[in-house]
């Protein structure tokens, strides 16, 4: 799945990266391409904040002072891999690239499955002592 300049714009960023992963076969990859918040405390970010109200108004809900890089590493992807730079745009910028894969195995399967099947304990089983 490929989303470029899209998670600045939705409503919950949480429930959409949750449903990217819903919809991400097991290890499938979500490649994106977002422009971010600034550093804290940097001229840029003081106006990305100031003009947010604004901006999103005429940008079609356009977040430019969302910290992307933390909703997509608290989502639950197995891995998040993404470099930053800067693009000569003024608000929007820095920007970020990246690829999040999802887990190979669904927790909730693997617990499910886990409880219809039991096997015996073979050589090299470890258990709690």
């Known amino acids: 799945m490929v989303s470029t300049y899209v998670l600045c714009s939705v409503t919950d960023i949480d429930t959409t990266l949750k449903d990217i992963q819903r919809v991400l076969k097991p290890g499938g990859k ?20 100031g003009i947010t109200p604004i901006w999103k108004t005429v940008f079609d809900h356009c977040h430019p002072n969302r910290e992307t890089w933390i909703n997509l590493e ?20 820095p920007h970020m690239a990246g690829v999040a894969t999802r887990t190979s195995i669904d927790p909730e ?19 709690d002592i």
């Open 74 to 93: 608290k989502a639950g992807f197995a891995t998040v891999d993404y470099q930053t730079f800067r693009l000569s745009i003024p608000v929007v910028s």
């Open 109 to 127: 399967a693997e617990l499910t499955h886990s409880h219809r099947k039991s096997r015996q304990p073979i050589a090299g089983d470890i258990y």
């Open 30 to 49: 979500f490649v994106f391409m977002e422009h971010v918040a600034a550093a804290d405390g940097t001229c840029t970010r003081t106006v990305q904040d």
